[in-house]
């Protein structure tokens, strides 16, 4: 008896030295978020220091940008997504290479999202211009794809 409650305390301990070691984790990696808050999901956490996931945008640059008429394009994503977990380390290297802007909307932290622009599904990539949509795609997109949504939309 003697020893299970020594191996049950093992464990305790062992589970409680690797929470404490995920919290440091994670308070280091919150440090100047571009979210503005340290309350986000575990897998945006996971995310913070992802190279294909720096252009995060807040619900409110988003609607600001749209609605002051500039040529915009949003790409919303969620990280517990897997067609996004696919198409964003293709995406985004195209769009730097390509020189496109694409403002990153990460609907698991901002859920307002899926209504206010009638998201369906992630991922979805939206170009907007004069504050009004014009284009968009989803789901999963080969290179080839994005490159001809670049130039037939974006840069046109």
Known sequence: MKKMIAIAAVVVVIFGLIIFLTNQSNSK????NPYGTNNLEQPTIDQLDDENYQNIALPDEVNEKITSGEPTTVYFFS???PHC???TPVLM???EDMDVDVLQYNLLEFEQGWQD???EG???LVHYEDGK????????QPK???EKFFNEVVLK
């Open 93 to 95: 290297p195209v769009a």
């Open 29 to 32: 990696k919150l440090a100047n």
């Open 79 to 81: 990280p517990t997504c």
């Open 144 to 146: 080839e794809n994005i």
């Open 117 to 119: 622009y009638a998201i």
């Open 85 to 87: 977990q696919v198409t």
């Open 122 to 124: 992630t991922p979805t």
């Open 133 to 140: 949509e014009v284009a968009r795609w989803a789901g999963a």
